[in-house]
């Protein structure tokens, strides 16, 4: 059984800066690609976010120059470090794991999200 484990979402003033954590914890032999998504409120799902295996690293435009994220894979988590941070990003935060977990062929498991608001 896999497992992704979210935290380190609250309640932030805007232009401040919050880190979002993210953990796998189960049978994994390989996360090729870690992916951050978001949902605000009325709104559908999007992309905010991905790192893949070889650490490279690609983001939605309306967080980039702001957002970073990264990855330690000894202890298959991933990081979400939001700088500057706007009322507009307020939403639930979502990690995505894509790889050989739980067993030999490539999935998908989702974290159970985790609230970021920014307001003043």
């Known amino acids: 059984q896999v497992q992704l484990v979210e935290s380190g979402g609250g309640l932030v003033q805007p232009g401040g800066s919050l880190r979002l954590s993210c953990a796998a914890s189960?049978?994994?032999?390989?996360?090729?690609?870690w992916t951050w998504y978001r949902q605000a409120p009325g709104k559908e799902r999007e992309w905010v976010a991905r790192?893949?295996?070889?650490?490279?690293?690609n983001f939605a435009d309306s967080v980039k120059g702001r957002f970073t994220v990264s990855r330690d894979n000894a202890k298959n988590t991933v990081y979400l470090q939001m700088n500057s941070l706007k009322p507009e990003d307020t939403a639930v935060y979502y990690c995505n794991a894509y790889g050989y977990l739980g067993g030999s062929i490539l999935k998908n498991y989702w974290g159970q999200g985790t609230q970021v608001t920014v307001s003043s």
């Open positions: 189960g049978s994994i032999f390989s996360i090729n690609a």
């Open positions: 790192i893949t295996t070889d650490a490279t690293t």
